[in-house]
């Protein structure tokens, strides 16, 4: 059983198109972290966010803290947008994070 | 740049081998993790520490251990290299100060075991 679901796991996209990843969890959390991973790369922080809509630049996340879940969009895809997009979710007790599997994203030119 | 390095960055080692990877952190912050990350699993937590000398287990522990003997300086130590235990390591760490819900990364060791 994986406390954080994130969908899909592969995502194939031409160039300009509008991207939504998906992230659901099961676990009670205050706050879920979104990352990034550029192929061979190591791991960058998107986003932390409790409530709402955070944005930068062309990208989106939102959560629903009720609903336990958030997305992750990207307007306007770039091939330099192609990586590993993780989520990951703090417990609200205890030490260890949780972490979905990722989504592989590949924009084509 | 949360001032984590990680060393070696790329080792081959042979089956059998005891192998220790480096993590070290600038910034004094207390809780450590040491993940690996595999196609298809994801990040998966192996050791992670609370301060120094306080360490626990994380899900994938057999065949590791960890030491830290210094706030800077976290151990990940593979007594008896195994092919399985051929990953990318990751090193984070998490801030206690501001929002405690952020892990920074270090830029990983690909560990090769033949």
């Known amino acids: 059983k994986n406390e954080v679901e994130q969908?899909?796991?592969n995502l194939t996209a031409q160039e300009g198109e509008f991207i939504t990843i998906n992230c659901?969890?099961?676990?009670?959390?205050?706050?879920?972290?979104?990352?990034?991973?550029?192929?061979?790369?190591?791991?960058?922080?998107?986003?932390?966010?409790?409530?709402?809509?955070?944005k930068h630049g062309r990208l989106i996340a939102t959560i629903n803290i009720q609903e336990k879940h958030s997305s992750l969009h990207i307007t306007a895809s770039h091939p330099r947008d192609s990586a590993v997009y993780i989520c990951a979710a703090?417990?609200?007790?205890?030490?260890q994070f949780y972490f979905g599997t990722g989504t592989s994203l590949t924009v084509i030119p | 740049?949360?001032?984590?390095?990680?060393?070696?960055?790329?080792?081959?080692?042979?089956?059998?081998t005891p192998v220790t990877l480096r993590c070290h952190q600038t910034e004094n912050h207390r809780y450590m993790y040491w993940y690996r990350q595999d196609p298809g699993h994801g990040l998966r937590l192996i050791h992670y520490s609370y301060?120094?000398?306080?360490?626990?287990?994380?899900?994938?522990?057999?065949?590791?251990?960890?030491?830290?003997?210094?706030t800077e300086?976290?151990?990940?130590?593979?007594?008896?290299?195994?092919?399985?235990?051929?990953?990318?390591?990751?090193?984070?760490?998490?801030?206690?100060?501001?929002?405690?819900?952020?892990?920074?990364f270090g830029p990983g060791t690909r560990l090769t075991v033949t």
Not at chain 1, 90 to 95: D, H, K, L, R, V
Not at chain 2, 83 to 98: E, L, M, N
Request: proline share 6%; charged share 15%.
């Open chain 2, 51 to 70: 301060g120094v000398k306080d360490t626990d287990k994380g899900e994938v522990s057999d065949g590791y251990s960890v030491s830290r003997s210094k």
């Open chain 1, 90 to 95: 703090p417990p609200n007790t205890g030490n």
């Open chain 1, 24 to 54: 659901s969890y099961s676990v009670g959390i205050s706050a879920l972290h979104w990352l990034q991973q550029h192929p061979g790369g190591g791991i960058v922080s998107l986003f932390m966010l409790s409530s709402g809509k955070k």
């Open chain 2, 1 to 16: 740049d949360a001032g984590i390095t990680q060393s070696p960055r790329h080792k081959v080692t042979e089956t059998g």
């Open chain 2, 73 to 104: 300086d976290f151990l990940l130590t593979l007594e008896s290299a195994t092919s399985s235990q051929t990953s990318v390591y990751f090193c984070a760490i998490r801030p206690t100060s501001g929002s405690s819900y952020e892990q920074y």
């Open chain 1, 7 to 9: 969908s899909p796991q």
